[in-house]
């Protein structure tokens, strides 16, 4: 029953690095870029979603709109004022500007909402766990709804990028920029539409991570971004499937780690993961081949 | 007949080498015109310069009669011209079927349908294949795919660049043979080839493209007939 339980826990924690994979590999797969500053929008997202709810006094599920809607405005001006501007200048002075963007949305979070630890109230509170095997196994509510909202994200997005105009216009781009233009697809536009969406997904993730896990700090996104990026290498960066399955298993290994072997090892059990994976393939999971062009 | 491109004095520079150096042509209304011309001549970087991916640093690109020279890569289709890219560069990961869809990006709603039966009926093969992976095809089955995309817009400009590179040559007649009939069925095309003889034989005007520089212009027949072109691009 404990196995049951704890799995159940790992793959709530591995929704959200689902979730907040699928920004990192969606953005990377467009725009070739890893945005290290991901993990610190949910942080962001977090804390407007915890104002609203605290000094404003919204209810949880407003809160959590205002704060997607928050990231994903703030994730098209980053991409606009930061990456764009350096669009076609090399990969290292890119990754160079997500680091300090990252630096520099923590020391806004610190100056802003300082270095306190605040509680961040569930975005469930009130509701009952869902009790089985005559209440041997538990359900929270964070980890239902955690679970059963990456699964609607995971359908949604699928039939997004597959179904409909813009979706085909990220894949188009993301496969080939310039064979993109010359279809008409603007670039540009499919960029910011992609770091909307990601931002977007990251406010989610953070809402639900710290619902289950109340701690909100300044640096509450680093370790979950680190995460949620090794789930996308895990599962192939640029592959969508890749970042959900790779978020799922590192989740799960994460919370098997803590429960069977050794909680301070935990962290050292998941990136021993990825190296193994690394080693054996590449490419991660789901990845592809990549074909220098000649 | 009119004028459909004139291209006039455009410099284009990759960093610090200077690519193209003062190229001017034109294209007149339901031409076949080649640019032929050895590797790294700058034919591709022409066609690119044309559909905005590359900018010049002088002169001006005219499409039937308007400037665009300034006008950005994405809003150059919809203009009219279509540009099928060297390397054909066909979406790999979509379908036949997608890819053909990506190629209407700015079509209307309702010319899409019409368009893809259109370019089913001059490609065959690609109505068997619509629900295939792009990646799978052979060679030349991404050729015309690369082509039915480009005409999935309607353009009254079609550039082809390279497009019998790496085929077979009873791929190259097939393919020679499809260009010749969009442009009977009144599409304007602008080529670029490596296979000077192939392209010599449909085009109406030539011109030849030397280390950034026209060197040569004239009929296709002329320049085929011409002893410099014999000796540099139709082996002797």
């Not at chain 1, 205002?66 to 606009?80: D, F, H, M, N, W």
């Not at chain 2, 006039?8 to 034109?26: L, M, R, T």
């Not at chain 2, 540009?83 to 990961?93: A, D, I, M, N, T």
Request: glycine share 10%; hydrophobic share 45%; proline share 3%.
């Amino acid at each position: 029953m404990n196995m049951i339980n704890s799995l159940i826990s790992g793959l709530s924690l591995g929704s959200v690095y689902s979730i907040i994979a699928l920004g990192y590999t969606m953005v990377y797969g467009i725009s070739k870029m890893l945005n290290f500053a991901h993990g610190d929008i949910i942080m962001v997202g977090s804390y407007i979603s915890f104002c609203l709810t605290t000094y404003v006094g919204m209810p949880g599920w407003a809160a959590l709109i205002g704060a997607v809607a928050v990231c994903t405005v703030l994730g098209i001006v980053i991409e606009r004022l930061a990456y764009r501007p350096l669009r076609g200048t090399g990969s290292l002075s890119v990754l160079i500007t997500a680091i300090g963007v990252s630096y520099f949305l923590q020391n806004m979070a610190l100056l802003v909402w300082g270095a306190n630890p605040r509680v961040f109230k569930s975005l469930f509170k009130g509701l009952e766990p869902i009790r089985l095997a005559e209440g041997q196994i538990i359900i929270t509510a964070e980890s239902f709804f955690t679970i059963i909202v990456c699964v609607v994200i995971m359908v949604g997005l699928t039939l997004f990028v597959h179904k409909s105009k813009a979706g085909k216009a990220m894949r188009a781009v993301s496969e080939d920029n310039g064979a993109a233009q010359l279809m008409g697809i603007n670039v540009n536009q499919s960029i910011s539409l992609t770091f909307a969406i990601g931002s977007g997904l990251a406010a989610v993730a953070g809402v639900l991570m710290c619902s289950a896990y109340p701690v909100l700090m300044p640096t509450t996104g680093a370790m979950p971004g680190i995460k949620a990026f090794t789930a996308a290498v895990l599962g192939g960066i640029g592959s969508i499937p890749g970042a959900m399955v790779g978020g799922l298993i590192l989740g799960t290994i994460e919370i098997f780690s803590r429960a069977y072997i050794s909680t301070e090892l935990s962290d050292a059990i998941v990136f021993a993961c990825l190296v193994i994976v690394l080693l054996v393939k590449p490419t991660g999971l789901f990845g592809k081949k990549i074909s220098e062009k000649v | 007949m009119g004028t459909v491109l004139t291209v006039d004095n455009i410099n284009v520079y990759y960093g610090a080498i200077h690519a193209i150096k003062g190229i001017s042509f034109e294209v007149n209304k339901g031409e076949i015109v080649t640019l032929i011309g050895a590797n790294g001549a700058g034919k591709s970087t022409t066609l690119h310069t044309v559909s905005g991916l590359l900018r010049s640093k002088t002169g001006d690109i005219k499409f039937l009669g308007k400037s665009i020279a300034k006008t950005p890569a994405h809003k150059i289709v919809a203009k009219g011209i279509s540009h099928v890219p060297e390397g054909r560069r066909v979406f790999q990961e979509m379908t036949v079927r997608e890819n053909l869809e990506m190629g209407a990006f700015i079509t209307k709603a309702d010319k899409v349908k019409p368009n893809v039966e259109y370019v089913y009926e001059q490609f065959p093969r690609l109505k068997e294949r619509k629900s295939q992976i792009a990646g799978t095809l052979s060679g030349g089955e991404q050729q015309m795919l690369a082509m039915g995309r480009a005409l999935m817009s309607n353009p009254q400009l079609l550039m082809l660049d390279e497009p019998s590179m790496g085929l077979a040559p009873i791929l190259v007649d097939q393919i020679f043979e499809i260009i010749r009939n969009l442009n009977k069925s009144g599409t304007t095309i602008l080529l670029v080839e490596q296979n000077a003889n192939m392209a010599l034989s449909i085009a109406d005007r030539a011109y030849v493209i030397e280390t950034g520089r026209i060197t040569l212009s004239g009929s296709g027949e002329e320049l085929a007939k011409s002893e410099k072109v014999r000796k540099a691009y139709l082996g002797g």
